[in-house]
């Protein structure tokens, strides 16, 4: 009778503790429900060890998946940004049109069609520059000098070849793209500047 | 069972959503996303304190009179 009273009173006290999806979830699983009834019964320390330990490592699972889940869901998304990050840096920070020329892919190696290069200005280059102020840089630039850009990092064009395509000298080729680097660079170096200070 | 048992476990039955999250990346740097992945969940895992069944009840009733 005392027992039952026991069990009652918790009931009726810790309603809204018992209705938690916690504790259902826990108490769900029979051996949990006979020793959570047990520990109501009881004042058997070595039950209240049991009741203690079973929740503790199912509360540590319960947690653990849920850190696990948000892991999976959001640190592709932030080393995928990372990864952008750095390849940015280094594709701009690359010497292109110097080296071994026998590793270039000439003009007529790339898969890419000269009619596509007026396309090309429209490739989202700027999503892969790491700062905001990169991409402000960007937007000031007409379409060629965009196209030289694309050309040179995500189809690693020479000097030679970009010229040859836009019928104009090597050496205004290098000298513009000299002057597109130099100004991301000094973009980059000033947002760098900003937000570590 | 141990903390380190637990984490074995977890990371077991969550593989296939570890699988599923590094899609997010290429192929080439998946590798380097689990290894990511684990070492979070690791660290974690090592901060988190056990929480008995009286601890939490007492928890739960200081919120609910807040």
């Not at chain 1, 110097?98 to 429209?122: F, H, N, Q, W, Y």
Request: overall charge negative; charged content about 30%; aromatic content about 10%.
């Amino acid at each position: 009778m005392q027992t039952m009273s026991r069990k009652q009173s918790f009931a009726q006290t810790n309603t809204l503790f018992l209705q938690n999806p916690l504790i259902q979830s826990f108490l769900q699983n029979e051996e949990h429900e006979s020793l959570f009834l047990q520990a109501m019964e009881s004042d058997d320390p070595d039950i209240h060890r049991e009741l203690d330990h079973r929740f503790a490592v199912f509360y540590l699972k319960v947690r653990l998946i849920q850190y696990t889940n948000k892991v999976a869901r959001f640190q592709g998304v932030k080393f995928d940004q990372r990864k952008r990050k750095q390849r940015g840096e280094l594709l701009l920070d690359h010497t292109y049109g110097s080296g071994d020329r026998e590793e270039k892919i000439s003009l007529g190696e790339t898969l890419v069609e000269p009619s596509m290069v007026e396309e090309e200005a429209c490739w989202p280059l700027q999503e892969w520059l790491p700062t905001p102020r990169m991409k402000r840089v960007w937007e000031t630039f007409t379409d060629q000098k965009k196209q030289i850009l694309i050309l040179t990092v995500r189809y690693e064009w020479s000097t030679k070849d970009i010229a040859s395509y836009f019928d104009c000298s090597t050496q205004n080729i290098s000298k513009l793209r000299r002057q597109l680097r130099q100004q991301l660079q000094e973009a980059y170096h000033y947002d760098e500047a900003r937000y570590s200070s | 069972m141990t903390k380190q048992d637990i984490l074995l476990e977890v990371l077991e039955q969550m593989e296939p959503r570890i699988q599923a999250g590094l899609r997010q990346t290429t192929y080439q740097e998946q590798e380097d996303l689990k290894q990511d992945m684990y070492v979070q969940i690791v660290q974690a895992a090592e901060r988190m304190e056990p929480i008995t069944f009286w601890e939490f009840k007492e928890r739960f009733d200081q919120q609910e009179q807040k």
